[in-house]
């Protein structure tokens, strides 16, 4: 991935709307939401969610799709992968980043 698509993408996500949309479509899956749905769910009004949907797209983060009439809107999993190796790829330099944990995550 290149700096500046990281750039975009990393600017689409750094506001609480747009994250918040986001991640409701990855937990949608390759199901997708309509926006109808993503407007109930999220308490998003219409025209600010068309905003912030439009935002995503550009950066890549999300696909939409015509569906007869309805329009469909998925997390792009290709890309979100991509962001996340762009920013973890020399992590540590090889090296383990935190120390072992001698209590176990109750997550």
């Known amino acids: 991935m290149e700096t500046n698509d990281v750039v975009k993408a990393m600017a689409a996500l750094a506001q609480a709307s747009r994250l918040e949309i986001f991640r409701a479509l990855v937990v949608a899956g390759t199901e997708g939401m309509t926006p109808s749905a993503l407007s109930d769910a ?12 439009k935002e995503l797209t550009n950066a890549g983060l999300v696909a939409q799709e015509r569906a007869g009439r309805h329009l469909i809107y998925r997390a792009q999993f290709e890309r979100m992968n991509a962001l996340m190796g762009y920013l973890t790829e020399n992590c540590c330099q090889g090296q383990a980043c935190l120390p072992t944990q001698t209590t176990s995550c109750a997550c």
Do not use: I, Q, R
Not at 42 to 53: C, D, K, Q, R
């Open 42 to 53: 999220l308490g998003v009004a219409p025209n600010t969610l068309s905003f912030h949907l």
